[in-house]
Nanobody, 121 residues
Framework: QVQLVDSGGAVVQSGGSLRLSCVAS??????????MSWYRQAPGKEREAVAT?????????DYSTSVAGRFTIFRDDGKNTIYLQMNHMEPEDTAVYYC???????????WGKGTQVTVSS
């Protein structure tokens, strides 16, 4: 059974930093067919992808324009964990953050339960 456990959310001040973690079980993140992302959903807004990491055809990371240059997605293969390092945070980053894995071969997706991030001005 696949499970994604995301954590690390907290209240931080504007300009601060935070690191989110997503521990995966039931799948191996190094598999080439996985697309791993962090999404976020602010109150009254649609859920949006903010950072993505893919394995195939080569290691690649992509970011939304709102977080590019401030957030970094990376993976620890030994811990089967995805991270989102968030720096220079802004009140607009306040949202529930979700870990997401999409299996491009099985056309199946998995979600974490979400972790709340609040940035105070």
């Amino acid at each position: 059974q696949v499970q994604l456990v995301d954590s690390g959310g907290a209240v931080v001040q504007s300009g601060g930093s935070l690191r989110l973690s997503c521990v995966a079980s039931g799948l191996t993140l190094t598999f080439s067919g996985y697309k791993m992302s962090w999404y976020r959903q602010a109150p009254g807004k649609e859920r949006e992808a903010v950072a993505t990491i893919t394995n195939f055809p080569s290691h690649r990371t992509d970011y939304s324009t709102s977080v590019a240059g401030r957030f970094t997605i990376f993976r620890d293969d030994g811990k089967n964990t995805i991270y989102l390092q968030m720096n220079h945070m802004e009140p607009e980053d306040t949202a529930v953050y979700y870990c997401h894995v999409f299996d491009v071969h099985k056309i199946r997706e998995y979600w974490g339960k979400g972790t709340q991030v609040t940035v105070s001005s």
